[in-house]
């Protein structure tokens, strides 16, 4: 190991350095030249190697890389659609064949430099690669990246490179007939082999089970010494001056920065060639501040040894630097680090740069009165996240762009959102998608991919542990990368779901993530911290207990009312979720038949939930005493449950602030067009429920909640700034005449939330059917309603509304006046125009009070002709008194 002494941070003292090692380097033969890169991406084709069953023959087709078998076979019009109606079941043949990918792979220049590689960042799953018919490699992994030497293999001119894919799911069942039975929720064998878990179906997804190249293939040549695996610590002194970090930055990095002074450690391998052609390379480390600054450079010299690899140590000295903060707390300052490899004439090597940032974050477990804690510390901060589970927003993921990550991360930020979950029984998402989290300040707890299943542990320890390695090399060093988690419920199918029985003390995994999986994640990565599962109590009782660790809510969904997850006082909420549909315009696409119907084959396919359609229909049976038949009816009131039971949910748990320290909704998105807990869906639209989540989620939340007997006013309070206001609480009829009032004063500090009782004369109606409770503070403003729906003697409103049109915009306001009190208002402006968004959904009106809504219209569009009247007009627009008799 070596550490090297630091440079002074200046770009001009850096070259001549550079230059001063290659005058005084030793003569040698020959020098290296430049690595080359060159992208496999075009000239593939896609052959049937197997047939199974009454599979179709299909002749060979144009392939794109990255990509899968299923999206070749669209693309060339051998498979329909499978996300339209009911033809899932058409595909089901392409997962039990084989197929071959073949590329003529013309090879010249490549052959100069010492070593050739074929690198791929992604194999689905099971393959057998070869070089014109020689093999040259065996994969069954897809979640990690795979390089193989093709040096003294690869021929001048044209060679032939293949890759077969044996099918998975015949894979998958040899196994499990050869090792034994170990359960999973779905009954689906996808827990034998290394592989996205959902692939299979899952509750919200189809079966679709996937086969190809799916991440980016290359063909790398280099000479003498090329960079192996870089591991990055960068640490910031949270201590200097006695005080702590809550002290110094007072929630927001608002404070004192002189005593924030940031070092970073870069262990760097340097893998040599089996004919280096010389006996040093150098490496050079530099780290550059987010204006561009130079502010700290190393270099050291590594001894090479034919075929071996050398580790070299640096440790830059950053200066005073500014934290990184999730987005909720502060800004994201990003530093840039610079790692190339140089031979003795100056030649580049290699080069690998990527944005680095101080920030330090802790899980704080410790014990108390209750059980023990579960809670994300920032920079020093306790903060309260606001999260949302993230899972592949395709069912084939190699579709996914890094544009659509960016608007689906984008759309989480929108609705104020700190943390996104990664599900682990998805993907390890791609550079770009933590890349973005960095930018944007998001939080990122990561799953490592193991869900709802006893896994074979002796089977798939080897490939665990090479996953593992892979992935916490790839994804360390993102400063929004905050908990590694071991599983997803894992755990609790062995405690809570009769699996037990069923394994007759097999093991299940518990080793993998109480061993195996963290001792890896140990070695690579200290800075963050490690969490067995979710849910995982840790060592304190079953894994599923509200008083220890991160909990899943689903008895709400599964059995209960949506207001019974106040039966729970969890420490931190990891999933809880409710469904609905997808937006009318997804609807329309994905089921051709019209009419469009509430219940047919085709709708009954893209609803995967077991007995998904009556748990959406209880609340609505208790509710509004009747389940809708029409289709109009029944989509608003099943969107409207799912705002609901988000808004109802979030409001509790962050009324228990201080208690629990964290919710992470169920589910930000969609893998194809689906009715399903997501809140934007699979084709990227906002439902009412993201609406709801965001006012749920703002800084600032004013909420009414039962506590025993009485009424509490709940002022929260996550922004950085203490909240004063003074406001009122009102009991009043339903057509708006007041019963009684009551001034308030709030106080609450950053991050903390304030509680005031609310007297029995606010909170005891004469007639409930015909009242609610209203808090208004600033421009908060909080309703208590003290009857379900259909008891509620709600008249129909007389609306009086005005547009306005801005044509350089392409936006309308509309402003509307109701004369009597309107629940949960929803204008659906797509409706009326396909692309027409709006700004605000699930609205209360007070009678008398003006509420404003802006539209806006898809691009080209003349909104001149556009009424208020069309707006507010159903199926546009819809509110509970449409639902009633």
Request: glycine letters at 8%.
């Amino acid at each position: 190991m070596l550490t090297t002494s630091v440079l002074p941070a200046r770009e001009s003292l850096v070259v001549s350095r550079l230059s001063s090692i290659a005058g005084s380097a030793p003569s040698i033969g020959r020098h290296a030249r430049p690595p080359t890169v060159r992208p496999l991406v075009d000239g593939w084709t896609l052959h049937q190697a197997a047939r199974h069953g009454d599979a179709p023959h299909v002749a060979p087709v144009a392939a794109t890389v990255p990509g899968c078998v299923h999206t070749d076979l669209i693309d060339a019009g051998v498979l329909a659609d499978p996300f339209i109606d009911d033809r899932e079941a058409s595909a089901a043949w392409v997962a039990a064949c084989d197929w071959r990918y073949d590329l003529a792979l013309d090879v010249n220049t490549e052959l100069t430099h010492d070593q050739v590689e074929l690198v791929v960042d992604g194999l689905d799953t099971i393959a057998h690669l070869e070089l014109d018919g020689v093999s040259i490699g065996h994969t069954a992994n897809m979640h990690r990246r795979h390089r193989f030497d093709l040096t003294g293999r690869v021929r001048p001119g044209v060679n032939l490179l293949s890759v077969e894919f044996r099918s998975p799911t015949r894979h998958a069942e040899a196994v499990r007939d050869a090792v034994g039975d170990w359960p999973s929720a779905s009954g689906e064998p996808y827990h034998y082999v290394r592989k996205m878990a959902s692939s299979w179906g899952w509750d919200w997804g189809p079966k679709l089970t996937t086969s190809g190249i799916w991440r980016a293939a290359r063909l790398v040549a280099w000479s003498t010494a090329r960079l192996g695996d870089i591991r990055i610590d960068a640490r910031v002194d949270d201590d200097r001056d006695g005080r702590d970090d809550h002290d110094r930055h007072d929630g927001g990095g608002n404070g004192d920065r002189r005593t924030d002074v940031g070092t970073v450690r870069v262990d760097v391998d340097v893998v040599a060639s089996r004919t280096p052609g010389s006996d040093s390379a150098w490496v050079h480390v530099s780290l550059s501040d987010p204006d561009g600054r130079v502010v700290a450079t190393s270099t050291g010299a590594v001894a090479l040894a034919a075929g071996d690899v050398q580790h070299a140590r640096f440790d830059l000295d950053a200066g005073v630097v500014e934290r990184w903060w999730p987005r909720s707390l502060g800004p994201q300052p990003r530093y840039t680090l610079d790692v190339r490899l140089i031979d003795a004439a100056g030649t580049d090597l290699g080069r690998h740069t990527t944005t680095i940032g101080f920030r330090t974050i802790e899980l704080d477990t410790t014990p108390d009165d209750v059980g023990s804690r579960f809670t994300f510390v920032v920079n020093g901060v306790p903060m309260f996240t606001r999260g949302v589970n993230w899972i592949p927003d395709d069912v084939f993921p190699s579709r996914v762009t890094a544009q659509q990550v960016r608007r689906r991360l984008e759309q989480a930020c929108a609705a104020n959102v700190d943390l996104v979950r990664v599900w682990g029984g998805g993907v390890y998402e791609s550079d770009e998608f933590y890349d973005t989290c960095d930018e944007l300040g998001l939080l990122v707890w990561q799953d490592f991919a193991f869900a709802c299943a006893a896994y074979p542990e002796e089977h798939l320890l080897d490939e665990v542990r090479a996953e593992v390695h892979d992935n916490v090399t790839r994804l360390h060093h993102h400063p929004s990368l905050a908990l590694w988690n071991g599983n997803n419920e894992c755990q609790q199918g062995v405690e809570d779901w009769g699996w037990a029985d069923r394994l007759e003390g097999r093991p299940w995994g518990a080793s993998l993530w109480n061993d195996h999986v963290p001792l890896v994640v140990d070695a690579l990565d200290s800075s963050r911290p490690y969490w067995p599962g979710s849910p995982s109590s840790g060592p304190h009782a079953s894994a599923n207990a509200d008083q220890h660790g991160c909990t899943h809510v689903w008895d709400v969904w599964n059995r209960l009312d949506y207001e019974r997850v106040r039966d729970h006082a969890c420490r931190f909420v990891a999933e809880f979720g409710w469904q609905a549909p997808p937006t009318w315009r997804t609807l329309e696409r994905s089921i051709t038949e019209r009419p469009l119907p509430v219940h047919s084959p085709a709708m009954a396919n893209h609803q995967k939930a077991d007995d998904g359609d009556r748990k959406l229909a209880r609340p609505l049976l208790r509710r509004l005493g009747h389940v809708p038949d029409d289709i109009d009816s029944w989509w608003y009131a099943t969107q409207l449950m799912q705002a609901r039971a988000a808004r109802t949910a979030i409001e509790h748990f962050r009324s228990l602030r201080g208690h629990c320290m964290g919710t992470v909704w169920w589910q930000l998105n969609d893998c194809w067009p689906a009715t399903s807990w997501s809140l934007v869906d699979g084709d990227g639209l906002l439902k009412p429920s993201w609406y709801a989540v965001r006012d749920a989620y703002a800084d600032r939340l004013l909420t009414v909640q039962p506590r025993g007997h009485h009424l509490i006013l709940a002022a929260v309070n996550d922004g950085r700034d203490r909240w004063r206001a003074s406001g009122t609480i009102t009991r009043m009829t339903l057509d708006g005449t007041v019963r009684r009032t009551q001034e308030i004063d709030v106080a609450v500090a950053p991050l903390s939330a304030a509680h005031l009782t609310i007297d029995a004369c606010l909170a005891s109606p004469r007639v409930p059917a015909d009242e609610v409770l209203v808090v208004e503070l600033d421009d908060q403003r909080a309703w208590w309603w003290f009857a379900d729906d259909r008891e509620l003697l709600l008249a129909h409103p007389d609306y009086e509304a005005t547009i306005e049109h801005d044509i350089a915009t392409g936006t309308s306001r509309l402003t509307v006046v109701s004369d009597v009190v309107v629940r949960d208002l929803i204008v659906h402006p797509d409706r009326l125009v396909a692309g027409a968004t709006i700004d605000r959904q699930v609205v209360d009106l007070r009678p008398g009070v003006v509420e404003t809504f802006l539209v806006s219209w898809p691009s080209g569009f003349d909104a001149r002709d556009v009424t208020a009247a069309q707006l507010l007009a159903s199926p546009v627009s819809w509110s509970v008194r449409d639902l009633l008799p």
